[in-house]
């Protein structure tokens, strides 16, 4: 037990301290900076209290227009990915030839880095669709990221398109984990494809689902990279996200305290809307 305990520590050990220095220091730093005025640049940073928190509630309306923007996104991106990663599953895990080729072609937006797959999109979105627009004259298909709608639905898209490959991934897993008896014996008792996928199925993917939400709850909550390179928070701030109106507020305002207090704001609020959904997930959860 004494060599167990001594080798448990020398591999735990390095990956605990640098869990401490890299996440709960800053973290506990940043908690600390929340209550001041400091601007990043020098020393002064005086003790301001509450003042950060109650200036963001009553003051910086751009800040609640971006957590309600975030919010409204990070729910239909929930749906969106997690529909289609779960459609292609099912498809991906038909017998059919070119499986392996298909999977692969819609994991590969995953693969590729925000910034990249926000100039690319905002290139479709403004000369593709334009073109497209003016071709066929439909005027809904021209100055996409022009308004804050249609720039909505972008992000939207662009979001799916990256992670739905993801989640098809994790959905895979899960239903080829399924027991072929258990659908056998659906089939004989006279289940239908769509008795078995409510019945047998889904129950059984719970917890892919649950994995699957937590990761688009999270990830939408904190995107940044996409929305810098296609919409950039435009036009007029209509399509910014928290994690933009965070980093605009510390680094062109120069307002580190202020950027403080939004960050623990934004980290309480993603904790307890994945804590919670992880609670509700868990307890859907169909023990196989």
Known sequence: MKNSKGWFWIFVGPVLLAFIIVVIV????????????????GNDANWVGLKNYTKIFTEDKDFLNAFLFTAKFALVSLITINVIGFGLALLMTKDFKLTNFFRSIFFMPNMIGGLILGFVWQFIFTKGFDSLGKLLDWSFLRGWLS????GFWGLVILMSWQMSGYMMVIYIAAIENIPESSLEAAKIDG????????????P??????????????????KLYDQNLSLTAGGP??????????????????????LAQAKAVIFLITVAVITLTQIYYSKRREVEM
């Open 147 to 150: 308004d804050p709608t249609t």
């Open 26 to 41: 800053p973290m506990i730093t940043g908690i600390y900076y929340s209550f001041t005025d400091w601007n990043g640049i």
């Open 236 to 257: 007029h701030n209509s399509t910014q996200m928290l994690a933009m109106n965070i980093y605009n507020t510390a680094f062109k305002f120069n307002k580190l305290g």
């Open 204 to 221: 059984l993917v719970a917890p892919a689902f649950t994995v699957g939400l937590f990761l688009t709850l999270s990830n939408s909550f």
């Open 191 to 202: 289940a239908n494809a769509w008795q078995r996928l409510r019945y047998i199925i889904m």
